[in-house]
């Protein structure tokens, strides 16, 4: 790599997000605030100008929503990403699952607020290329309703990280 505190230049980064179905559920809505990635030179934070919504069972089966659509970042190899969103128990204005019954509740992560949905995966950004990064749910496998915290369900993201030019 490049010493001396060069810069290796920058490329684009996509990153999309989706999932697969859960029984009985209609939406099930995550609110992002943002995007963290670490890397070689340190860790970078992308926050969104407004929270952002996205139902992922509006995108199942191989489709796709944007998070970050050709951001430019540093070049170079990242260890991993966050995904930075709102799912506090209690809270309304944060994550939450609809059901089909038309009962709504909110989304929990455990230890959310502070660590998001960290994807422990490298992948490597190109200098002047785009890098297309997938992040899929196994909505299935992560959603949760335990016993005491009650109207709360527990999101315990089961993520893949893929690269588009893997799928």
Not at 51 to 59: G, I, T
Not at 81 to 106: T, W
Not at 114 to 122: D, E, M, S, V
Not at 123 to 135: C, E, Q
């Amino acid at each position: 790599g490049a010493g001396g505190g060069e810069s290796a230049g920058t490329g684009q980064l996509t990153l999309r997000v989706g999932d697969a179905p859960v029984d009985g559920a209609s939406e099930v809505v995550i609110v992002f605030t943002g995007v963290t990635l670490h890397g070689t030179g340190g860790t970078r934070s992308i926050e969104f100008a407004e929270p952002r919504e996205v139902d992922l069972l509006a995108y199942q089966n191989g489709a796709t929503v944007d998070l970050l659509d050709g951001v430019e970042v540093d070049a170079g190899d990242y260890e991993w990403m966050r995904l930075e969103v709102i799912a506090e128990e209690n809270r309304n204005d944060g994550s939450y699952i609809l059901f089909e019954s038309g009962e709504q509740y909110p989304l929990y992560i455990p230890s959310g607020a502070q660590t998001g949905l960290k994807l422990n995966r490298p992948f490597t950004v190109a200098a002047g290329g785009i890098t297309r990064l997938v992040a899929d749910f196994d909505l299935r496998k992560s959603i949760i309703q335990p016993e005491g915290l009650s109207p709360n369900y527990v999101l315990k993201p089961v993520l893949r990280l893929m690269d588009e030019l893997e799928v």
